[in-house]
């Protein structure tokens, strides 16, 4: 099988697990969110979601796709942060690690099993935890050569 196919598969069941415990309907709309949402590699904007989906002839208004990203977020889907001027989605596995390139924002996947266990053993408080991420800033190694090189000529 297909191990994207069957990440995506995973996380759409997650996804109708999660709305029907919250007594939400899991419609069309909210499933072609769900299926660009994961297919991202990297950092993405509300606009830039709305324009992919555009572009394949399909058309949401943004408060749907806003909405729904919010949604993901709170299934434990997607990530999200806020830069000054505005949030920015990406895909996460629950209980996972990854690394993010700060210069082409591309996101990579890392397995920590360690980390799981580690928030197993966590008391806090009067929270009830659905799931966690763990984001490495860096620079991949394509930038990190890019910068490199640009520094070697600057000499
Ligand atoms: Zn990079």
Redesign the pocket.
């Given at each position: 099988m297909n191990p994207d196919h069957s990440k995506v598969h995973d996380a759409g069941e997650r996804f109708a697990r999660y709305l029907r415990e919250t007594g939400r309907r899991n419609t069309p709309e909210r499933q072609l969110v769900l299926s660009r949402a994961l297919a991202a590699r990297r950092f993405f904007s509300v606009e830039e979601l709305g324009e992919a989906i555009n572009a394949e002839g399909s058309h949401l208004a943004q408060a749907t796709l806003y909405a729904t990203l919010e949604l993901l977020c709170e299934a434990g889907l997607l990530g999200r942060k806020h830069t000054a001027r505005r949030t920015l989605y990406c895909p996460v596995a629950a209980g996972s690690a990854q690394t993010v390139?700060s210069?082409?924002?591309?996101v990579t996947a890392l397995k920590v099993p360690e980390l799981s266990a580690a928030l197993g053993r966590l008391q806090p408080g009067r929270f009830v935890p659905s799931g966690f991420y763990l984001e490495i800033q860096g620079?991949?190694s394509?930038?990190?050569r890019r910068q490199k090189k640009k520094s070697q000529k600057n000499i």
């Open positions: 390139c210069v082409c924002g591309k620079m991949c394509i930038c990190a």
